[in-house]
């Protein structure tokens, strides 16, 4: 029911059929209007699907936190502040979506508040922040970094709010009871996707400065460091029989609220739980979903923006 990777994955059963409706409703709007919105550079193109892959590769990974908790990096902020929170909205869901369709990470029935908790208000919420801080900060040389975190840890925040009201409409928990629970706990969850987020911020721009600098100079055409983004994706899944098997924060709630037996099995398995059916070996089966995942997620990121670039090149004739 629950794997080891979750974090705000909410599970069939968790809301009641309208609040799921809802949630539907809005991300399908959202969806669109991010897809409409996105206008990747030609540059961007490759960035979108080798982005979605680091993020589903680094989803995979929990680290622990306190009391039991485990939490793992989420990645909307660090999609926005690459490509802006349009396209970023469009890599998450590509993500989100992948996690519940292949992997049965999260409900089929609810994905739509899965989409707008993870894909809509965290690189919107966490980009605000960022551009707010990065203003305020313009006297620091390393202002950006601290405003990159306060923005992550924000988004997360953000999220667990918006789940908590989702869980409280639903019935499932009185708001007073769930939404200190869901703060509490993603608030220090949010502090590892303040540190995840700095520290790959750094490594890009030591290797990529154009993509958070729009002043340094591209570099050379070339499809290096494409693989390369795509061999450290690769590189992360090695360390995903390495995480946290602790309860993730919404586990960890509903578990000491007492709804966790709410959630439902999904209705059908392709890989459940990152684990490849096929193999006995736990951690082989584990990098080898994880390898399964970073493929399908980086053909369906880079495919929808290469489409949209294309129809764009053609509005452009």
């Known amino acids: 029911m629950f794997g080891p990777f979750l974090a705000l994955h909410i599970p069939d059963g968790f809301l009641d059929i309208p609040v799921s409706l809802v949630g539907w409703l809005l991300a399908v709007m959202f969806i669109g209007i991010a897809l409409r919105e996105m206008r990747p550079a030609e ?78 208000i965290t690189p919107f919420v966490g980009y605000a922040v960022y551009h707010w801080g990065r203003k305020l900060l313009t006297h620091s040389t390393r202002g950006w970094l601290v405003a990159a975190a306060v923005g992550a840890w924000a988004s997360v925040v953000a999220a667990a709010a918006a789940c908590a009201l989702q869980l409280a409409v639903s019935g499932t928990s009185a708001l ?67 995480a946290s098997a602790s309860p993730d924060g919404l586990e960890r709630v509903a578990e ?39 493929a399908v997620v980086a053909t369906v990121g880079y495919g929808t923006a290469a489409l949209r670039k294309r129809r764009d090149s053609r509005a452009a004739q």
């Not at 961007?44 to 939490?71: D, K, R, Y």
């Not at 089929?108 to 809509?120: P, T």
């Not at 439902?264 to 399964?292: K, M, S």
Request: with cysteine; charged share 10%.
């Open 43 to 120: 540059r961007e193109v490759p960035l979108i699907g080798t982005l979605a892959a680091f993020i589903f590769a680094a989803q995979m990974i929990n680290f622990p936190v306190a009391g039991g908790t485990s939490g793992h990096l989420i990645g909307g902020t660090l999609a926005a502040i690459l490509l802006g929170p349009w396209a970023a909205a469009i890599v998450m869901t590509c993500v989100v979506a992948i996690q519940a369709l292949i992997f049965q990470d999260g409900g089929l029935i609810v994905m739509g508040f899965n989409l707008v908790n993870m894909a809509i």
């Open 176 to 242: 007073k009871v769930v939404l200190p629970a869901m703060l509490g706990v993603h608030a220090v969850i949010g502090l590892g996707e303040a540190l995840i987020t700095v520290g790959a911020l750094a490594f890009i721009q030591q290797t990529r400065p154009d993509l958070v600098d729009p002043e340094a100079p591209v570099p050379a055409r070339g499809s290096s460091w494409i693989a390369a983004g795509l061999a450290v994706a690769l590189v992360v899944t090695l360390l995903s029989p390495l």
């Open 256 to 294: 000491d609220q007492g709804f966790l037996e709410t959630a439902r099995d999904a209705p059908y398995e392709i890989i459940p739980d990152y684990l490849i059916p096929a193999i006995d070996n736990e951690a082989v089966a584990t990098i080898a979903a994880g390898v399964i995942g970073v």
